[in-house]
């Protein structure tokens, strides 16, 4: 990672896409691609604990949207959660990483919605990174799954204020998003963080998400630490 002086983001969220692409362009089914999309993020989650200068780092792992997938390919997304997230989290509290998930528990099969649990929990305390997995997410679902919450909690209009919001978000209590990453060559946001990225730095890259590495994120670093943010001042 680059020396300072540098100006690192608070909070990082990354778009993770391309890895479909990068299965098929080498003749592969688009699962393998998933599976090496996966030891990306191993791999950047452990350089971010080391490195230590980012806190929060957000990663978009399965969107609402894409339950419209043929159902192969979400069932192998799933297994290969499954299969993962109980190790994950046991090597992830042990480099005092705090994990948190994002999104709706609607759909997610129960032994799922048991592990992630169970990982958050493991992992509160932990005063590293914070490492979201936005699984199952939607950004509008997360806007009105607020609604809904302030409603249910009878708090009166005049109350209602962009606090109040934030802290019924599921990213309750985490600093709005400096960075956001998009891998692929996709240039939208996919209905992701919407509320959070309200004055987020962009940076999009043509790299495919299995071939995002080290090198990569500091140069999203780099171009992060050149931009000037003016926030609506002069
Ligand atoms: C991102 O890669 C992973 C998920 C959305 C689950 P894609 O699967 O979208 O890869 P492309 O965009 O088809 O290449
Ligand atoms: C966004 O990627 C969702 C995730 C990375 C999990 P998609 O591949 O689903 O986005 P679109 O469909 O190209 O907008
Ligand atoms: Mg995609």
Redesign the pocket.
Known sequence: MAKEPYEFPKHIAI???GN?RWATKRGLPRLEGHRAGFRTVRDIVRYLGETGHIKYATF????T??WQRPQAEVNGIFQLLNNSIKNEAMELNKNNVRIRWLGQTSSLSNKLIRDIRDAVELTANNTGITISL?LNYGGRQEITDAVRQIVAENITPEDVNEETINDHLYTAGMPDVDLLIRTAD?L?I?N?LLWQVAYAEFYFTPVLWPDFNRDELDKALQAFSMRQRRFGRL
């Open positions: 778009i993770m896409d479909g978009y792992a399965f969107s949207e894409n936005a996709e939208r996919s992701f």
